[in-house]
Structures are given as C-alpha cells and as structure tokens.
C-alpha cells in the first residue's frame, strides 16, 4: 500500500476494518491504484434520463456487460450502476473491479422542481453482488431534502455496519434555486459539507462556477476575499469545505464535450487538489475505443504524466 493510500484511510479511522478494506479497494485498483486519484464509470443514467437518450449515440451501451468491459479495460477504479445492470453483468466479470451499487435513482418522465429519488436497492443487494461500496443521491435546495437526508443516514449506518463505503452524489436543486446557482461556487461547497456531515466517504458533486447564488454567502466571499476567480481555486475551496480535503470528493464529468474542454476541467481538478472524477455520458457515449483511448488520457492528466 502507497503512504498516499494510507494518509487518505487515516481520515476514516472511526470506521470498522471492512470499510476501510472496501475503500482501500478502490483506492488500489486500476490505472490510477495507489495515487489517490480517482476514475470512477457511473451508468445510472438509464434510469435518470431514458435509454434512447443515454444509450443511441453508441448502441453498445444498451448492453450491461459494455459498461463492465469498458471500465475494466480502461482501467477505472470502479464501476457504479443501479440494481439492474449490475445484476445482469456481475455474474461475467466476477472480482475483476470494484463496484458501487447505486441505491436510489429518479426518472424524468415527470420531472418535478423538488426532485425525490426513490429507494432502488438495499445495502443487502450490495453485499449479495459482492460490491465495495454504496452510492446514493441527494438533492440539497430540494423541499424533500429533509426525506433524502434522513434516507441517506440510515442507509450509510447500515453500509459502514456491514464493512461497505458510502459514496454520495450531492446535487443541489429545487425551486429555492435558480438554474445557475445549482452549480454556484457557495450552493457546491455547502452540499459537499452536507454530505460530509451525512457521513459519506466519497462526495461526488458538480464542478463549481463563480456564481455567488445566496445574499449572506456572497458578504463573506467578499469580505474574506475568498479566492474562486479561477477554476483550480473553486475545486481547491470545494474540496476544503469536505472537512479540509480529509474527505474524497470527486466531480462529475456531465453531458458529453469537447475532448479538449473536458480535458482542461480535469486539470483544474488536479491542479486544485480534487481527488478525481467520475465520467459516464462522456465515456460510454463514444465507441469503445475512443472511449478508453478518452479516459486513458484522463487518468495520465491525474498521474501527472500529462500536463
């Protein structure tokens, strides 16, 4: 085990050796094992916005055993999907990667302002696959917030009292916020505290804008002269507000870019001290190929191989 593995599972000595074992799982596997930095293959977007909408740019997609393939080839530290497409996958890749299981999912067929996952899968479903982890969804701003938080703690005691990792996705929305402010630089830093405080081992939240979405938060931004001109600077201050960096915070990849954009966002995240990223649309929407020659070069910019 690398000392940077073994810094990053001192911050969770509170918990039991089968969490830490579980985190230090996926901190070890693939390309990027024993750097600290993370290339997460999430594919719940199935569920979240429609097959046809997820899958059609590359039909492969359509298929469980692609996703599986693609992280493991590529050489992900883990691959994260619901219920569904890890129980039908699972059985042909056994041990070959880490898994999280994602258990809450919302659909778009009625999309509401104050969204509301629903529960999907158990951490007993978890365990029965054999994953390493547990991953939830929570919506800070939205008026179900307060069901989220309370689903999501009672679901993260049971996971750390059965040796798993919690990793929680933090997406601020509702009809308290507007559009821009769901990836304000202040909205992003509270959620990832909230899912700091929620006991989540790995926070995954969007990458943050400048904007300054509330009144009282932006007289301290101001007053303080916190710095968040920058890229870097915003992920170095999102990842300061997960307990000063002594919890993983990874960001999500979004809809589908331009190679050389997403590319530069995942320098920022290095250069800002973020732990890594977790790519869906961007990867498994491009042929196979091109897909892992994509995250290959991700996970170089995370190595410092590529500057």
Not at 86 to 105: D, Q, R, S, Y
Not at 245 to 259: A, Y
Request: glycine letters at 10%.
């Amino acid at each position: 085990m690398t000392e940077r593995v073994r810094q990053i599972l001192s911050c969770y000595e509170s918990d039991n050796p089968g969490t830490r074992t579980n985190l230090a799982r996926l901190l070890n596997h693939g390309r990027l094992g024993g750097t600290g930095k993370f290339v997460i293959l999430p594919v719940d977007q199935g569920f979240e916005h429609g097959p046809a909408r997820s899958f059609a740019p590359n039909p492969d997609g359509y298929d469980p055993d692609y996703h599986f393939q693609l992280a493991i080839e590529a050489g992900c530290n883990a691959y994260a999907a619901p219920l569904g497409f890890i129980e039908a996958g699972v059985p042909n890749f056994l041990g070959e990667i880490p898994l999280i299981l994602k258990l809450n999912n919302h659909d778009v067929l009625y999309d509401e302002k104050d969204p509301l996952s629903a529960v999907t899968g158990s951490v007993d479903d978890a365990l029965r696959l054999g994953c390493s982890a547990v991953g939830f969804t929570i919506y800070p701003g939205s008026t179900q917030a307060r069901i989220m938080y309370e689903e999501a703690r009672e679901i993260a005691k049971e996971a750390k009292s059965k040796g798993l990792a919690v990793v929680l996705w933090s997406y601020p929305r509702g009809s308290s916020l507007s559009k821009e402010g769901e990836t304000a630089i202040d909205v992003v830093t509270y959620a990832a505290q909230i899912a700091a405080q929620l006991g989540a081992h790995i926070i995954k939240v969007k990458l943050p804008s400048a904007h300054i979405e509330l009144g009282e938060a932006k007289k301290v931004y101001q007053k303080h002269h916190i710095p968040i001109e920058t890229l870097p600077d915003r992920v170095r201050h999102v990842v300061q507000s997960a307990f000063n960096g002594k919890r993983i915070v990874i960001f999500s990849g979004g809809p589908r870019s331009e190679d050389e954009a997403f590319f530069a966002e995942a320098r920022a995240i290095r250069d800002g001290g973020g732990f890594g990223s977790i790519i869906g649309r961007n990867s498994f929407q491009r042929q196979k190929a091109e897909g892992m020659a994509f995250l290959r070069t991700v996970m170089q910019i995370y190595a410092g191989e590529i500057q």
